[in-house]
């Protein structure tokens, strides 16, 4: 069988411009914090390993705290996060678990207080990382530390 190289097709490029169209379009909707949030939180949902250590230092850089991101896949049992960021991460495990019985209720949830173009903003960054998770995870690389 033929190794499977993601990186090599005109489908991964498009995938990244997608990536990068929701960035665009969440830098007016969303602060920088928060699209990282959701790349992390989806990127442990799906257990991207090249993505959480990828984003993890992206929040770092951005002023992240080690504690927030110590505790981001139990947010809902802390009170680290603001309402804002709850409602993006709500949005964002909608997206992530979209056909997870436990999640069915996830589309009319409360997202306020995010406006439409945020939870559509959220919503875009969440479908473009979960996308990237996928052909990472099912890649078969290996992460390794530098």
């Known amino acids: 069988m033929a190794e499977f190289s993601p ?3 005109e489908p991964y490029e498009a995938l990244l411009h997608l990536a990068k169209a929701a960035d665009i379009n969440a830098a007016s909707a969303l602060s920088p914090l928060t699209v990282e949030l ?14 959480l250590r990828l984003h993890t230092r992206d929040a770092l850089a951005l002023g992240e705290s080690a504690d927030r991101i110590a505790v981001l896949s ?19 495990e909608g997206v992530a678990r979209v056909g997870h019985p ?28 979960d ?16």
């Open 102 to 129: 436990s999640m069915a209720h996830s589309a009319a949830e409360d997202t306020s207080p995010l406006s439409r173009e945020e939870v559509r903003a959220a919503k875009w960054v969440a479908i473009a990382i």
């Open 131 to 146: 996308a990237l998770n996928r052909l990472s995870v099912t890649s078969g690389s290996v992460i390794s530390p530098d």
């Open 38 to 51: 959701i790349k992390l939180r989806v990127s442990q949902i799906n257990g991207c390993a090249y993505c």
């Open 74 to 92: 139990a947010w809902r049992e802390t009170s680290y996060f603001t309402d804002f960021e709850q409602a993006a991460l709500r949005v964002a």
């Open 7 to 9: 990186t090599t097709s």
